[in-house]
Nanobody, 121 residues
Framework: QVQVVESGGGLVQAGGSLRLSCAAS????????MGWYRQAPGKQRDLVAA???????NYADSVKGRFTISRDNAKNTVYLQMNSLKPEDTAVYYC???????????????WGQGTQVTVSS
């Protein structure tokens, strides 16, 4: 019932910038948390940044001061502005949305298909 679609990945040189976008769409629902994760080949999928509907944010230590997450609640869209990119940031970036259909109901996690970010040295 919910589709999550990322965009904005690509190839960039070290020190450059990219902005990722993620939109959740479908039937009537409410989103509590939206976030970005990343996974390099052979590595664990790790949290990059997350944001609540109230605007509270959380960042991985490795991206603090370089990445900024923001959210448009009306559009069910989250953004990740990535500045001062490093080769270590190379990974597939996945968006997630935690969704509920009732205040007292369960929360379901939906994932996008991922977008590749490659940072060359």
């Amino acid at each position: 019932q919910v589709q999550v679609v990322e965009s904005g990945g690509g190839l960039v040189q070290a020190g450059g910038s990219l902005r990722l976008s993620c939109a959740a769409s479908g039937s009537s629902f409410s989103i509590n948390v939206m976030g970005w994760y990343r996974q390099a080949p052979g590595k664990q999928r790790d949290l990059v940044a997350a944001i609540t509907s109230g605007g509270s944010t959380n960042y991985a230590d490795s991206v603090k001061g370089r990445f900024t997450i923001s959210r448009d609640n009306a559009k069910n869209t989250v953004y990740l502005q990535m500045n001062s990119l490093k080769p270590e940031d190379t990974a597939v970036y996945y968006c997630n949305a935690d969704v509920s259909w009732a205040m007292t109901g369960p929360v379901y996690r939906y994932w996008g298909q991922g977008t590749q970010v490659t940072v060359s040295s």
